[in-house]
């Protein structure tokens, strides 16, 4: 199916638009613009689709944070780090990571650079950089035999003796220059999970209080086609270090 696109900026339009931080993190510039969250497609924690405005530009790390750039906190700071999930190398993203384990890691590289410019992504941010001004179930359409081009999953990745993400990059990004958005590692977002309504939503965070942590993208481990889709949400204690679960970082534009 040809892929649909929405009314959302040109994200290529700034000689800006690709940084790479101290420990040799990429992240593209977002621009901000209005989307539509959800899928009627999905499972109701993905309806009802509902319109959100994200009003501010950011940047979003082309990649998920490898094995190689964690080990640096964990060196550093002696994070907790889940050895016989990591072996694919320090070009892999790494797993094995719950939500407070990626909220130490980003202190670490706040403090290591000055300010607060570090963040795990919104769940609205993680959408619309994941949709990347598309209306479809993927980035590239609705036809999830494409999926394979674009991600590692369930499909393509488990393997019997060799239980591990994968090099980030090696698949297809998607039309906003982001890879493995549809697969290879589950990511950690900020937001305490909580049902959608149908209101407009200007930068939705989440709930203030509640157990669970969103995390999104699909992953490596078991994870059919119809759960690495935009829309689609699982929840976690945030304590939880999954062999799938990983994170991927927001840099604010504005310090």
Same mark, same amino acid.
């Given at each position: 199916m040809k892929r649909q696109i929405s009314q959302t900026p040109d994200i290529y339009s700034t000689t800006q638009d690709i940084v790479t931080?101290?420990?040799?993190?990429?992240?593209?510039?977002?621009?901000?613009?209005?989307?539509?969250?959800?899928?009627?497609?999905?499972?109701?924690?993905?309806k009802p689709v509902h319109w959100v405005e994200i009003t501010k530009d950011f940047y979003m790390g082309v990649y998920e944070v490898t094995v190689g750039q964690y080990k640096k906190y964990v060196d550093e700071k002696g994070g907790y780090f889940k050895e016989w999930c990591n072996k694919q190398g320090d070009n892999? @993203?790494?797993?094995?990571?719950?939500w407070e384990d990626a909220q130490g890691f980003i202190s670490w590289l706040n403090e290591k650079e000055g300010g607060s410019h570090y963040k795990?992504?919104?769940? @609205?941010?993680?959408?619309?950089?994941a949709r990347a001004g598309?209306?479809?179930?993927?980035?590239?359409?609705?036809d999830s035999s494409l999926l394979g081009d674009y991600a590692w999953y369930g499909g393509n990745a488990y393997n019997e003796g060799e239980q591990y993400a994968h090099i980030v990059g090696q698949k297809k990004p998607n039309p906003w220059g982001l890879y493995d958005m549809h697969g290879n590692v589950w990511e950690w977002v900020a937001d305490i999970y909580s049902s959608y309504s149908s209101s407009l939503f200007?930068?939705?965070t989440g709930p203030s209080t509640g157990s669970g942590r969103v995390y999104r993208g699909g992953g490596w481990l078991f994870a059919t086609a119809s759960k690495c889709r935009a829309a689609f949400r699982l929840i976690g204690s945030p304590g939880l270090r999954g062999s799938n679960l990983g994170f991927r970082l927001l840099k604010l534009s504005t310090p």
């Open positions: 931080n101290s420990i040799g993190m990429k992240f593209k510039l977002i621009k901000a613009g209005k989307f539509k969250m959800g899928s009627e497609k999905g499972s109701d924690r993905e892999a @993203a790494v797993t094995g990571v719950s795990l992504p919104t769940e @609205a941010q993680w959408e619309y950089s598309t209306t479809t179930e993927y980035s590239f359409g609705d200007s930068d939705p």
